[in-house]
Nanobody, 127 residues
Framework: QVELVESGGGLVQAGGSLRLSCAASGFNLDSYAIGWFRQAPGKEREGVSCITSTNGRTYYADSVKGRFTISRDNAKNTVYLQMNSLKPEDTAVYYC????????????????????WGQGTQVTVSA
């Protein structure tokens, strides 16, 4: 059974850190690009970060550059999003998605309609 499971969300004060995990089962993550997206209440979903399968190139939204780091552990079939210096505006439900590398190339501009999604994990940053 193909499944993506996000974890690691929670409540943190501004300036704090969280590490989100996206664990895959039923397929090998290293064959695909993995993206992190978020959706805040009343806002559209936005791409946060992405890592390609071909060479592990990483992409970030301008709003998180220098604060978030995406990485993958192929042995654990898991992708991580390390989030530092969190701000209240980072509050959202965070989702991981699987697709081909084109998902990364279009981060922030075009979101493929055929991605496979996890169920999401809530991140709340208090002021």
């Amino acid at each position: 059974q193909v499944e993506l499971v996000e974890s690691g969300g929670g409540l943190v004060q501004a300036g704090g850190s969280l590490r989100l995990s996206c664990a895959a089962s039923g397929f090998n993550l290293d064959s695909y690009a993995i993206g992190w997206f978020r959706q805040a209440p009343g806002k559209e979903r936005e791409g946060v970060s992405c890592i390609t399968s071909t060479n592990g190139r990483t992409y970030y939204a301008d709003s998180v550059k220098g604060r978030f780091t995406i990485s993958r552990d192929n042995a654990k079939n898991t992708v991580y999003l390390q989030m530092n210096s969190l701000k209240p505006e980072d509050t959202a439900v965070y989702y991981c998605a699987v697709n081909w590398d084109r998902m990364c190339y279009g981060l922030g501009y075009v979101e493929p309609s055929d991605s496979y999604w996890g169920q999401g994990t809530q991140v709340t940053v208090s002021a």
